[in-house]
């Protein structure tokens, strides 16, 4: 049997996408799991929808961190430390650079 693919799932408000997506795993529709929900604003309302469904949900709220750069190094530290095979966009409203892409290349 396949393993399922590991899910790392980015917002940045109300969570609909996330919840959708946990769903269809759910369902088997996906043949994926949610691994990680983060959040890069503390009071989006997703990260509370994560919580509920007993998904690991962080907030590293960007406004934290003296540069994108840093911000950005400690997401990849949360995704890589759940061993996520995929990383989706779902409502996440800043911009990514180069690193961070290049990062999860292929």
């Known amino acids: 049997m396949t ?4 899910l790392a799932v980015l917002l940045s408000g ?6 959708a997506i946990h769903e269809a795993c759910s369902r088997g ?4 799991e949610v691994a990680v929900v983060i ?9 509370g929808k994560a919580r509920e469904l007993h998904l690991p ?6 406004t934290q961190y003296p540069s994108r750069e840093a911000h950005e190094a400690e997401v990849i530290r949360a995704i890589d ?7 989706i966009l779902a409502g996440y409203m800043r911009l990514l650079s180069p690193l961070f892409v290049g990062h999860y290349r292929d």
């Open 39 to 47: 959040s890069n604003k503390s009071a989006a309302p997703g990260l």
């Open 14 to 19: 109300r969570g609909s996408n996330v919840l």
């Open 81 to 87: 430390n759940h061993a996520a095979d995929l990383v």
């Open 57 to 62: 949900a962080w907030d590293i709220d960007h």
């Open 3 to 6: 393993r399922k693919k590991r």
């Open 29 to 32: 529709e996906i043949p994926a």
